[in-house]
Every structure is written in C-alpha cells, then in structure tokens.
C-alpha cells in the first residue's frame, strides 16, 4: 500500500513538473510574441514618422519657392528656412532630426559627361578634388569610362569592360550615367576609404545641373582652378555672407577669382535637388531615411528616391589640410 502511494506521489510530481514546464513555455512564447509585435509596431511608426519629417521637408521647400517674388531672379543660399540647422521635434516617445541638403552644392559626377562627349572643364574639376582630398587613383578617367558608351579607355588611366571582366566577380562598365553615388564602389580600384572621403561632395545628378556656388563648400570652390588654394576659397565663401551672391556675374568679379581662370560653365545660384535627412528615435530604436527630392515649378517638390541603408553616422566632410 506504501508502496503504491509512493508511485501515485511521483507520478503526481511529474505530472506537475511537465504542467510547469508546459506553462513556461507558453508565457516565454507569450512573451517574445508581445515582444515581437511591439518592435513590428514601433517599426511602423518610426517608418511613418520618418515619411512625416519627409513631408514636412517638402512643405519647407514649397513655401520657400512661393516665396520667391521673381522666379526667374529667385537664388539659393544657406540663408534661407530650409538650409538652417531643424530643432528636435518632440515625439510622444522620442524624437525627429531633420536636415536638408543641398545637392547642386555638391560635385556633379555625371558632369563629366555632355552631349556624349566629355566634359575636359568637369574631369579637371574632378581631378582638383582628388589632389585636395589626396586621392591618388585616377577615378576621373575611369567615371569618365563608367558612364561614356564607348569601349576606348580615356588615356593610360581609363578602364573599360576589358579591365572589369578580369576582375573576381566579372562586370562591365556602366555606360550609362550613375543613378547613386553608390556606384562609385564598383570603379576600378575604389577603396572604402576613397569612397568615404569623396562621398560628403558629391551627387549624381542630371549631366546639366552645375555647381552652386552659394551652397558648395570651401574646398568645391577651390577646385574651379588650379591656383585657387583653400584660403582664397575661404574668402569667397564669407563673401557670398548668409545671402549669397545674387548671380554668376557677382560671384566671378569676387577679388579672389582676379586673374584666375573661372568661367560660369557649370557654375549656378539656384538649386532644384535636395536630400533630406530623416532620422527617427522611438525608445531604443532607431530610423533614418534618405529622401531625394527635385523640386517643380507647379507644385511641391517630389520624391526621386528612398533610402534605408544609410548608416546613423552624419555624412560630415572629413576636414582637409591645405597642400603646402
């Protein structure tokens, strides 16, 4: 009889055992589904809020261009609502950072090419910022290569499908104009570092866009001619003031461009590409989109492009010393 109570014991320990067992792993499911779906939804929201600060980038960008009274005269500097550094805007559970950017205020890469043939004014621009950010490699020829149509490699530094195809994985070239300055990583050679340092400068824009001198750094100016040094760029940049210059004709009678050989050929003081920087904090989590818009001239701007891949690190210049 003892022994029968003992066994109907066990058996009632197990019993309980296996029920606890059961019942903790169906809270530890219960848990990591309430977690789950408590991330999906902050996702949700951080995505939304991120379109939001998009929008609100757009409306930015609309009321500055209805406020131009003379279109036609209208220019764009770093003066102006859209171009100034956005407070946090407060979220019930974090917070928006918003930055616009200028994109004609960058190096133009498509520049290099007009009318399918190249553009000697641009490549030696581009060659400028290299020497500046003390680039070696030859990445002017071979952007010109990337997205000419032609198999005949500019000089002894281009590369065309016939260097491509050597390489582990094979490619070719382009042959057409870049889509994303993301494409700057499949060029011959092109290391992170490289690609890091040219990426705060420029865009891949339409082949007619030019620089905006009332937006472009210091060191994009310095590359309009060869003996145009950091330090007269400089001045150029405080001249223009938080207004800007009010044409090309104001920014090329500048002192510091005396004597130089600049012309207005790619050069402007408007801009119609900008990207908006959108990055969301919930908690923990945290969104960041890229939006490019183009602006129109009957209506806001629209969106071009969405990107999610960026890191959260700001895409700040790295600064560059003055070649001696």
């Known amino acids: 009889m003892k022994r029968q109570r003992g066994v109907a014991l066990i058996t009632v320990l197990l019993v309980v055992a296996l029920a606890s067992l059961v019942t903790a792993g169906l809270v530890l499911r219960q848990q990591l589904s309430i977690r789950s779906s408590t991330n999906q939804l902050l996702a949700r929201q951080a995505w939304h809020f991120a379109l939001g600060g998009e929008a609100l980038a757009q409306a930015i960008l609309w009321r500055d261009q209805q406020a131009a009274t003379d279109p036609a005269r209208s220019t764009d500097h770093l003066g102006e609502a859209w171009a100034r550094a956005q407070p946090p805007f407060a979220l019930e559970q974090g917070e928006l950072l918003l930055r616009i950017d200028d994109l004609a205020g960058r190096f133009n890469l498509n520049s290099l090419l007009r009318d399918g043939q190249a553009n000697p004014q641009a490549v030696q621009r581009l060659r400028r910022l290299l020497l500046r950010l003390q680039i070696d490699t030859p990445y002017a020829e071979r952007l010109l290569d990337w997205i000419d149509e032609d198999q005949q490699a500019s000089g002894g530094y281009g590369a065309e499908d016939n260097q491509y195809l050597l390489l582990q994985p094979p490619y070719r070239a382009g042959n057409r104009w870049l889509g994303d300055v993301s494409e700057l990583r499949l060029l011959l050679d092109m290391s992170e570092r490289d690609y890091q340092l040219l990426l705060p400068h420029v865009s891949a824009l339409p082949a007619e866009v030019g ?114």
């Open 211 to 324: 620089l905006n001198v009332n937006t472009a750094s210091a060191l994009l100016l310095s590359c309009l001619a060869d003996d145009l040094d950091l330090a007269s760029a400089q001045s150029l940049v405080e001249a223009r003031g938080e207004q800007g210059f009010a044409d090309l004709q104001a920014f090329l009678a500048q002192p510091a461009l005396v004597g130089r050989t600049v012309d207005n050929d790619g050069l402007a003081v408007t801009s119609q590409y900008f990207r908006v920087r959108s990055e969301v904090r919930l908690g923990e989590r945290r969104q960041l989109l890229w939006s490019t818009l183009q602006r129109q001239a009957d209506g806001p701007p629209r969106v071009l492009q969405r990107d999610l891949g960026q890191s959260l690190q700001s895409l700040q210049p790295a600064p560059v010393e003055e070649q001696p």
